[in-house]
């Protein structure tokens, strides 16, 4: 069943947000979005955000119990007991940017909850979804501040060094999951499960064993959670599962931990050119000294015998704060042509939150402008990062590298970084690629025209990145050295050539 907003809609929630009829205004007049590096005063470019011709977003269908929400949110008017709530979310969040301590400074937080809210316009979006994302937004702050009550009472957890990192830092659809689970098939590496950073559910005090991390109470608890999202828009999970497997055993990527901070990679669609803006600024230092501590804090339930294996698929933005947030850690970057990965991503972007908005009021050429303009970016920062940093601390890998030689990628990966590719390692990971074919949940259709994009534009934008990266090399194997473990401490970078080292 799907939802239309009846004539009184307009009038709906305004007691709750103060700010809703003007920022309909503003959001109205607006007709252009800008995303800006931080490092330079100029756009990279106008992203249009009020078009004649609409390209309607798909949206999952809601179920009866959705639909009773709405109604009673509608009939409610101004009384609506289903709103989002701003002042209070920015109130802890002020609470949150008061925070210094083991895990950081934190005063940046608050400037991001602020700018994110700052042109919402609820009336767009359905009471159920308001529902939603209320939710989800107070569980982001509540989470973050809990951890940071736990870090001042175990001010020892950020004096403890991390054990080593492998960090998957490759854009969106370019293998990133399956070069995470096949790097996590190696029993001496550990990744974080989905519901140790769920916001849904305690994030503290962490497992104390392997053994404790499958009977973990959580677990039923983000189960729960995402069965109740099911059962309000039934399909939306199987949709996400085409493009991307959640559950809450699912060794997953870190984004839920940045998202406490006010990174959230997949709610920032939602919002305005400000938060936008925010977003995409290369100072995150203050994230990744906080994702930092999260891991520290995991860690002193029990550490991986020798190395993390984190992702995310953001990293690329903010690539100089996430070397001085993990000195110790060794990026991996993934690459595939940006004409495949974007509208590949869009379609996921979809699938996450499209339930947030009432039918046609997404417009899928303004989702499409946005992630285009912001992956542009983020391939400069690729290409300018790796100008400048050490070529031991990073390693390149080709999609379709990775595809067809899985366990040879993985065991150059070793052999770059000088970790102990062990006997029987391989045969671990060809079981976990046996079991999980590609296309095991779904596979999501998704092409160029969906979201307005322009595949010339496209080679044009991220032309220094495609002649770089997306040209296959020859495929080789690197020899595996003398078993090392990685150092701990920091590593200065230095100046060098371009690594392109394609597995």
């Given at each position: 069943?799907?939802?239309?907003?009846?004539?009184?809609?307009?009038?709906?929630?305004?007691?709750?947000?103060?700010?809703?009829?003007?920022?309909?205004?503003?959001?109205?007049?607006?007709?252009?979005?800008?995303?800006?590096?931080?490092?330079?005063?100029?756009?990279?470019?106008?992203?249009?955000?009020?078009?004649?011709?609409?390209?309607?977003?798909?949206?999952?269908?809601?179920?009866?119990?959705?639909?009773?929400?709405?109604?009673?949110?509608?009939?409610?008017?101004?009384?609506?007991?289903?709103?989002?709530?701003?002042?209070?979310?920015?109130?802890k969040a002020k609470q949150l940017s008061l925070y210094k301590g083991v895990a950081g400074d934190l005063s940046p937080c608050y400037r991001s909850y602020c700018l994110f809210w700052k042109e919402i316009d609820q009336n767009r979006i359905p009471p159920s979804s308001r529902l939603m994302l209320n939710s989800t937004m107070n569980a982001f702050v509540d989470s973050a501040l809990s951890l940071t009550r736990y870090y001042t009472a175990h001010p020892e957890i950020g004096t403890t060094p991390l054990k080593p990192a492998i960090i998957i830092a490759g854009f969106?659809?370019?293998?990133?999951?399956?070069?995470?689970?096949?790097?996590?098939?190696?029993?001496?590496?550990?990744?974080?499960?989905?519901?140790?950073?769920?916001?849904?559910?305690?994030?503290?005090?962490?497992?104390?064993?392997?053994?404790?991390?499958?009977?973990?109470?959580?677990i039923q608890l983000v189960e729960k959670a995402m069965a109740q999202a099911e059962m309000l828009y039934p399909g939306r999970n199987s949709r996400i599962h085409e493009s991307h497997h959640m559950g809450s055993l699912v060794q997953d990527e870190d984004t839920y931990i940045m998202s406490l901070t006010g990174q959230w990679l997949t709610h920032i669609y939602l919002t305005n050119d400000e938060a936008l803006e925010d977003f995409v600024d290369s100072n995150k230092l203050h994230s990744y000294q906080f994702l930092r501590t999260f891991f520290q804090m995991l860690e002193s339930g029990f550490p991986p015998q020798s190395h993390w294996v984190l992702k995310c698929p953001a990293h690329p933005l903010w690539l100089d704060s996430l070397a001085a947030g993990f000195p110790s850690g060794r990026i991996v970057f993934t690459h595939r042509?940006?004409?495949?990965?974007?509208?590949?991503?869009?379609?996921?972007?979809?699938?996450?939150?499209?339930?947030?908005?009432?039918p046609g009021a997404w417009d899928r050429r303004l989702l499409g402008r946005i992630a285009k303009n912001m992956w542009k970016l983020a391939a400069e920062r690729i290409c300018d990062f790796q100008r400048h940093a050490d070529p031991a601390l990073y390693y390149n890998v080709h999609y379709l590298d990775l595809m067809e030689h899985p366990i040879e990628t993985c065991q150059n990966v070793y052999g770059h970084f000088g970790l102990n590719f062990e006997e029987g390692l391989s045969d671990k990971?060809?079981?976990?690629?046996?079991?999980?074919?590609?296309?095991?949940?779904?596979?999501?259709?998704?092409?160029l025209d969906m979201y307005g994009l322009d595949p010339a534009e496209i080679a044009k934008d991220f032309h220094e990145y495609i002649a770089t990266f997306c040209v296959r090399k020859p495929h080789t194997t690197v020899p595996t050295p003398t078993p090392t473990t990685p150092s701990t401490t920091t590593t200065t970078t230095t100046t060098s050539t371009t690594n392109t080292n394609n597995s």
């Open positions: 069943m799907t939802s239309t907003p009846p004539p009184s809609t307009a009038t709906a929630s305004t007691s709750h947000n103060g700010d809703a009829d003007s920022n309909k205004q503003n959001n109205a007049a607006a007709t252009t979005a800008v995303i800006t590096s931080a490092a330079s005063s100029s756009a990279v470019e106008s992203t249009p955000r009020v078009f004649n011709v609409h390209l309607p977003h798909e949206r999952v269908t809601q179920s009866w119990a959705a639909w009773g929400i709405d109604w009673i949110g509608w009939s409610l008017g101004r009384f609506s007991p289903f709103y989002i709530d701003i002042p209070g979310i920015l109130a969106p659809r370019t293998g990133t999951t399956l070069l995470q689970n096949i790097l996590l098939c190696d029993p001496k590496s550990r990744g974080a499960f989905t519901y140790e950073m769920f916001f849904g559910a305690p994030m503290v005090p962490p497992a104390k064993s392997p053994e404790a991390l499958r009977t973990d109470p959580r042509h940006p004409k495949e990965t974007i509208p590949s991503w869009c379609a996921l972007i979809e699938s996450l939150a499209g339930h947030c908005f009432y990971m060809a079981k976990w690629q046996a079991d999980n074919p590609q296309g095991k949940h779904g596979r999501r259709t998704y092409s």
